[in-house]
């Protein structure tokens, strides 16, 4: 079976300051991705990166960046110097042999 | 590249009536995917398809949900009779392949008052 833990609900912060969204995942697949999402308020899942399970080397893109850890099963998203355009939900996804499943996805606030 | 494709972005309608949705994907994604999104919840699958087949429709409640893939590329989705249950936003996503990544439309929002 697999499943996604999301286990913070909300978050706010005030712009300019770092946040570190939590994904916990569980799987029984050798092989497989990890994802996440973005889904502001217009309501469109927006897909920011796809990590597979034999790549654990983390990455940064722009002020986003990626610790993924399989000996923890851990996939956390990382947005340095946060900004008002970052408030969305941002879900977590673990994709194998069956299943594509989501997280309950996290409510970021950036305050002003 | 056009995106993921869906019509209507709203509807509203009264318990019991029929309602359908329609959703283009990618032109060349073979994998398509129908999920329900309910207020504060992650998307939940209802059904994927593999070109023209259904290969995981466990989750479709088949008693009013009924779903169809012609050719292989465009998808219909319908619900008859409508519940106050159903209201939810409606997503299509589609993938070149099942564990590929997949590409999200931006929903429709159904209403059942």
């Known amino acids: 079976a697999q499943k996604v833990t999301q286990a913070q609900t909300e978050i706010s912060v005030v712009e300019k300051e770092d946040v570190t969204l939590d994904c916990v995942y569980e799987?029984?697949?050798?092989?497989?991705?990890l994802f996440w999402y973005k889904q502001p308020p217009s309501g469109e899942l927006v897909f920011l990166i796809r990590?597979?399970?034999?790549?654990?080397q983390n990455e940064i893109s722009g002020r986003y960046s990626w610790n993924f850890q399989k000996s923890t099963s851990s996939f956390n998203f990382t947005i340095t110097a946060s900004q008002v355009v970052d408030s969305a939900v941002y879900f977590c996804?673990?994709?194998?042999?069956?299943?594509?499943?989501f997280g309950t996805g996290t409510r970021l606030k950036v305050l002003a | 590249e056009a995106g993921v494709v869906q019509s209507p972005r709203y509807k509203i309608i009264e318990k019991k009536q029929p309602v359908a949705f329609w959703c283009n994907p990618i032109?060349?994604?073979?994998?398509l995917y129908w999920y329900l999104q309910n207020l504060g919840q992650g998307p939940e699958l209802l059904i994927r398809?593999?070109?023209?087949?259904?290969?995981?429709d466990s989750q479709l409640p088949k008693d009013r949900f009924s779903a169809e893939r012609l050719k292989g590329v465009d998808s219909t989705l319908k619900i008859q009779p409508a519940e106050l249950g159903d209201s939810a936003v409606y997503l299509c996503?589609?993938?070149?392949?099942?564990?590929?990544?997949?590409?999200f439309g931006p929903g429709t929002r159904l209403t059942v008052l």
């Open positions: 996804a673990v994709s194998g042999t069956y299943k594509y499943i």
């Open positions: 990590r597979n399970s034999f790549d654990e």
């Open positions: 996503a589609s993938s070149l392949e099942r564990i590929d990544t997949q590409y």
């Open positions: 032109s060349g994604h073979n994998t």
């Open positions: 398809y593999e070109n023209e087949e259904a290969v995981d």
């Open positions: 799987t029984r697949d050798t092989t497989y991705y």
